[in-house]
């Protein structure tokens, strides 16, 4: 388990925030609806080597899905992930095959975590 502790625990300011990321498989996505944090785990294969990756979107103020991709699927495309700062949320899009395939959320904060 991750904690805020973690030294591989990244907070992204809006200084670093990468405009986009992606390519990987998304194994999990999970709400929390206490306190409105969503974690996506991500796999993403370099070199033949196989890394997790965990997204987590803290104090999420609204979230839209949206699923124009025919099912069923063998596994969760996540092709791009863009991140941007409006104000005080950031805007956090994940893209699932097509561009018309994903999630938008916007939140407070954004973590990405990285396993050893």
Same mark, same amino acid.
């Given at each position: 388990?991750?904690?805020?502790?973690?030294? &591989?625990?990244?907070?992204?300011?809006?200084?670093?925030?990468?405009?986009? @990321?992606?390519?990987? &498989?998304?194994?999990?996505?999970?709400?929390?609806?206490? %306190?409105?944090?969503?974690?996506?785990?991500? %796999?993403?294969?370099? %070199?033949?080597?196989?890394?997790?990756?965990?997204?987590?979107?803290?104090?999420?103020?609204?979230?839209?899905? =949206?699923?124009? =991709?025919?099912?069923?699927?063998?596994?969760?495309?996540?092709?791009?992930?863009?991140?941007?700062?409006?104000?005080?949320? @950031?805007?956090?899009?994940?893209?699932?095959?097509?561009?018309?395939?994903?999630? &938008?959320?916007?939140?407070?904060?954004?973590?990405?975590?990285?396993?050893?």
């Amino acid at each position: 388990m991750w904690g805020r502790s973690d030294p &591989t625990h990244v907070r992204l300011r809006e200084w670093s925030i990468p405009t986009h @990321f992606g390519g990987g &498989t998304l194994i999990s996505l999970t709400l929390d609806p206490v %306190d409105w944090t969503l974690r996506a785990e991500v %796999d993403v294969t370099s %070199d033949g080597n196989v890394r997790r990756y965990v997204l987590v979107l803290e104090e999420v103020a609204d979230l839209n899905v =949206v699923r124009q =991709v025919p099912l069923p699927w063998s596994y969760a495309e996540l092709t791009e992930v863009h991140i941007s700062k409006t104000g005080d949320l @950031f805007r956090v899009e994940l893209v699932l095959w097509a561009d018309d395939t994903g999630l &938008t959320a916007r939140c407070s904060r954004v973590l990405v975590m990285a396993t050893e």
